[in-house]
């Protein structure tokens, strides 16, 4: 694609997932025109926190600090905050013209249908399996099911909050 040449650039999600979010945002910015616009979605930090909070708890239980600090790493990785992007934006000619915030919940009968949804399946197990060694996964997330199981039993249904912001952009100079 050529400099200087597009209008508008939307991503919905799609940021958080990139493994080099500097060349990506450089990308956007050789291709936007100025005066173009940049809108994103992303997730924030405390996306999923109702499993974080109970995977946390077990590792900690279990002495796995190593593990509690590759679990925030992981959502580090996947959740900058706002300020980040916003430092990011501007070192590459963005301003940042408004920023909503919305949430949604994903609700499951529990914890063992939660592992077993098509979704979780296909975009989170995979990394939440990375956070804990082979030999100790099969143990840490039986008693994580557990607890979620009882979560659901305790309040009718185990809840993921998602929450997530829009972040509109206007480019405002060149980045040389």
């Known amino acids: 694609m050529s400099d200087n040449s597009v209008d508008v650039i939307?991503?919905?999600?799609?940021?958080?997932?990139?493994?080099?979010?500097n060349?990506?945002?450089?990308?956007?910015?050789?291709?936007?025109?100025?005066?173009?616009?940049?809108?994103?979605?992303?997730?924030?930090?405390?996306?999923?926190?109702?499993?974080?909070?109970?995977?946390?708890?077990?590792?900690?239980?279990?002495g796995m600090t190593k593990e509690i600090g590759?679990?925030?790493?992981?959502?580090?990785?996947?959740?900058?905050?706002?300020?980040?992007?916003?430092?990011?934006?501007?070192?590459?000619?963005?301003?940042?013209?408004?920023?909503?915030?919305?949430?949604?919940?994903y609700s499951f009968a529990d914890g063992s249908a939660m592992f077993n949804h098509f979704l979780i399946k296909l975009a989170f197990i995979g990394s939440w399996k990375e956070i804990v060694p082979e030999e100790r996964q099969k143990e840490v997330f039986a008693e994580v099911e557990k607890r979620l199981n009882e979560i659901a039993e305790n309040e009718g249904v185990f809840k993921l909050s998602v929450p997530y912001l829009l972040m509109d952009c206007e480019k405002i100079r060149n980045n040389n």
Do not use: P
């Open 10 to 21: 939307f991503s919905n999600n799609g940021l958080n997932n990139v493994n080099d979010l």
């Open 23 to 62: 060349a990506v945002l450089n990308e956007c910015s050789r291709v936007s025109k100025i005066g173009s616009q940049l809108l994103f979605t992303f997730n924030t930090a405390k996306t999923m926190i109702e499993f974080y909070s109970v995977l946390e708890d077990v590792l900690l239980e279990k």
């Open 70 to 105: 590759l679990m925030k790493n992981h959502i580090y990785k996947k959740r900058r905050q706002t300020d980040e992007y916003v430092g990011l934006l501007t070192d590459i000619g963005y301003k940042v013209n408004d920023l909503a915030k919305y949430e949604f919940e």
